[in-house]
């Protein structure tokens, strides 16, 4: 008798081995309907893996993320046989499933064009209508090597050769006629995948190298559902009118210039913008006991070494040299923030000490990874150090995922929270490492904070802690961070005295809330589509008077607001009164005060509110009052 542990912790016996999809029909038809994988002993497999002795098991749909993967995975399999089918002089690179979809490289002499894509996906409709089985088979390295050389595969041939070495069988895929190179897993057929679309074409080198050639790659998604495909890309629509690209243009916040791409440069909406979510971080860190540094832009070599970034990150970082010294522009901020630390002897009675910075850092990206505020060269960083005692781990992780989360709720932002563990690239001790780990995740369970663990995603020097915020459209971004390192206070040889009187090495925690300022305005301008709540705005108040007669009362009436502290623009403009409203909500702005003869009579303002329409008349000092008190209180103003 087998015994099979399912997820729920009830034990399933079978008779004799079978395959997962039978054990899934056997639980429920529905189940095996909607399965896409399934996790044995906490490996993913194939439906078709056979359970021949006692495991646990869990069936996967596609509402898990691994379930997602795999059949999007199949996805791609089904465009690489239909651009096989229509185009066989195409030579095939690889097809991952991505966030949101899946690509597929090919090198093609020409690029896909629009009707091409339209050609495809009707063979891919065919495909999936033609419910092929998918069936796993292997070959010993030399005879997988021989074989794709013999269909003309170069590229599936050099991934072979790589993994040849390692003497491992090959792992191959076969849907009908068309075989590729795949570790798997997949779905049991072509026939689940009833709703997909192609997106987009572009360019891509292979291996993302501008050394090698260039290739064709075709992004594209797939769903279980017609109404979920429709339900994304709808959202994808959305998106594209929300991009902060067309909005930061529109609405003057920031550009890219030619002369300095990855670059931006923040115009003055865009400054007022960032300094205002600086104040809110300066605001917030002062009160929960955070002083502020600032250190240099550029350190020499030797610190780096030190740090261990030389190593570990020095494709990612600009250098220059000077007296014959070489230095490198900073990517991180931890290494002058450990120097301030260092800059005189600490006590016991000093820890923790949490040392906040808003640091320039410049990190060498790829041309063809830029993308708005999003991916840049250079960002202010929102870094925070904390150094502190053994003891007060758990105290102080707690404090900083309070304050992060106080800050996603301000923009009403929902998240969730992931625990990266060790990276294959990394330094100190695995005792270092298991000690580090188990205080994160301590904290974190004595919060009773739900988390998952991400498998080997640490930063070289700790484990950490992610916040993955959810914006308007459901999107998800990686923001937040809580980083424990045992490592850099070792390397700097960081001392406190402690009540015994002896040296002690304090412990250190990285940590960032907003994670870049450039990159969360990017954010928020995507998730707010631009209507930033009143406190954000970078104008708040736009006075519009109907005629050149009301430009008197109308310059008192913004001197007034301005004494209060409100920003405030004036549209002069010999303009009808329609078309400055019409330019105003275009620009986002919350509130849109008019001003003609009954309001230079009465010495009142009409107000109109850039989501509620006409809200009526008011003295100008109780409108202050109102703003003031929604700028104050940080209020987001809802349809």
């Known amino acids: 008798m087998i015994k099979v542990t399912l997820k729920d912790g009830s034990v399933k016996e079978l008779e004799s081995a079978c395959s997962v999809f039978d054990v899934a029909k056997e639980i429920s038809p529905r189940l095996a309907k909607a399965a896409c994988v399934a996790k044995i002993d906490g490996e993913i497999k194939d439906l078709r893996t056979v359970i021949d002795s006692d495991c646990t098991l869990e069936i996967l749909t596609f509402d898990d993320e691994d379930g997602k993967k795999a059949f999007r995975h199949t996805a791609s399999h089904i465009l690489a046989q239909a651009v096989k089918r229509l185009y066989p002089e195409v ?27 339209e050609a495809i996906e ?10 092929l089985k998918l069936e796993q088979f292997e070959m010993a390295p030399a005879d997988a090597i021989k074989y794709l050389k013999e269909i003309d595969e170069p590229y599936k041939v050099e991934l072979c050769e790589e993994h040849a070495g390692k003497n491992e069988p090959i792992s191959f895929y076969k849907q009908g006629e068309f075989t590729d190179l795949c570790a798997g897993p997949h779905l049991m057929s072509t026939g689940y995948v009833k709703a997909f679309k192609l997106t987009s074409c572009t360019g891509a080198y292979w291996r993302g190298s501008e050394k090698n050639k260039m290739l064709s790659r075709i992004y594209a998604t797939a769903f279980p559902k017609a109404s979920e495909l429709e339900a994304y890309l709808n959202m994808i629509e959305e998106a594209k009118k929300r991009d902060h690209r067309k909005l930061g243009k529109e609405l003057e916040l920031f550009t890219i210039m030619d002369e300095g791409p990855g670059f931006p440069f923040f115009l003055p909406k865009g400054m007022t913008l960032k300094n205002t979510l600086i104040d809110y971080w300066r605001q917030i860190h002062t009160r929960d006991g955070y002083v502020e540094i600032s250190t240099p832009i550029m350190l020499n070599r030797q610190l780096w070494e030190t740090s261990g970034h030389w190593d570990h990150y020095k494709e990612n970082m600009y250098t220059t040299v000077i007296d014959d010294t070489e230095f490198a522009i900073k990517p991180m901020n931890c290494p002058g923030g450990i120097l301030v630390y260092k800059s005189k002897p600490r006590s016991y009675r000093d820890l923790p000490i949490r040392m906040g910075e808003l640091g320039l850092v410049h990190r060498h990206e790829k041309s063809g990874a830029l993308h708005g505020l999003m991916r840049v060269r250079c960002f202010t960083q929102d870094d925070a150090h904390i150094f502190m005692t053994p003891d007060q781990i758990t105290d102080e992780i707690k404090g900083v995922v309070r304050l992060i989360d106080e800050v996603y709720k301000l923009f009403g932002f929902k998240y969730h929270v992931e625990l990266s563990t060790q990276p294959e690239d990394s330094m100190g001790s695995q005792e270092d490492w298991d000690m580090a780990t ?39 971004w990686q923001c937040g961070t809580i980083q424990l390192d045992f490592q850099l206070p070792m390397r700097f040889e960081l001392e406190y005295t402690g009540a015994d009187g002896e040296k002690h090495r304090p412990i250190m925690i990285h940590r960032v809330v907003f994670g870049s300022i450039e990159r969360f305005i990017g954010i928020l301008t995507e998730h707010f589509a631009g209507a930033f709540p009143i406190w954000l705005a970078p104008v708040q108040v736009e006075l519009m008077p109907i005629a050149d007669r009301h430009n008197e009362f109308t310059s008192k009436v913004a001197a007034e607001l301005k004494k209060r502290g409100i920003r405030v623009e004036v549209d002069c403009r010999s303009e009808k009164i329609g078309f400055k409203i019409r330019e105003a909500q ?7 005060l008019v001003i003609g003869d009954k309001e230079v009579e009465t010495e009142n ?35």
């Open 122 to 131: 009707a063979e891919m409709k065919k495909i999936v209508k033609e419910d």
């Open 605 to 639: 303002v009409s107000i109109r509110c850039r989501k509620r329409g006409d809200i009526g008349t008011m003295s100008v000092a109780d409108f202050c009052d109102m703003v003031e008190k929604e700028i104050r209180e940080k209020t987001i103003i809802t349809d």
């Open 91 to 117: 030579k095939l690179a690889i097809g991952p499933a991505i966030d949101n979809g899946f690509y597929y490289d090919f090198d093609k002499d020409t690029p896909f064009m629009p009707e091409d894509l």
């Open 586 to 592: 275009l620009q986002k702005i919350p509130y849109m």
């Open 438 to 476: 188990e205080g994160l995740r301590k904290a974190l369970d004595s919060l009773g904070l739900p988390y998952v663990v991400n498998e080997g995603d640490g930063a070289f020097y700790g484990p950490k802690i992610d916040f993955h915020l959810e914006d308007s459209l459901g999107r998800t």
